[in-house]
């Protein structure tokens, strides 16, 4: 059974930083992109940030560039996402989700969520003082 499972999320202030963990099971990772993703209390799920399957291209929206940095280890099964210089405005749940890559690379462009088929049941973020 395909499974997510994110971890790391944690109240914090502004200008500090998270590490947020996605534990895959049941799939090897090696062919799969993923993405990250947040929704805030009212908006849309948006894309922040995805890694292709082979972690060769990464793509983060602008909003998030030099700020946050996706990674991952295939032998750990294993896609972190490092939140640094945080805002109150990156104040979401952010959940990873899971889709085959292809060629060329599905994270070529922003990650939107209809592009993803597994998803994890997400992490909440708060930024706040």
């Known amino acids: 059974q395909l499974q997510l499972v994110e971890s790391g999320g944690a109240l914090v202030q502004p200008g500090g930083s998270l590490r947020l963990s996605c534990a895959v099971s049941g799939f090897t990772l090696d062919y799969y992109a993923i993405g990250w993703f947040r929704q805030a209390p009212g908006k849309e799920r948006e894309g922040v940030s995805c890694i292709s399957s082979r972690g060769t291209i990464t793509n983060y929206r602008d909003s998030v560039k030099g700020r946050f940095t996706i990674s991952r280890d295939n032998a750990k099964n294993t896609v972190t996402l490092q939140m640094d210089g945080l805002k109150p405005e990156d104040t979401a749940v952010y959940y990873c989700?899971?889709?085959?890559?292809?060629?060329?690379?599905?994270?070529?462009?922003?990650?939107?969520?209809?592009?993803?088929?597994?998803w994890g049941q997400g992490t909440q973020v708060t930024v706040s003082s």
């Open positions: 989700a899971a889709v085959r890559d292809q060629l060329p690379s599905i994270c070529r462009i922003i990650p939107h969520r209809v592009q993803y088929i597994y």
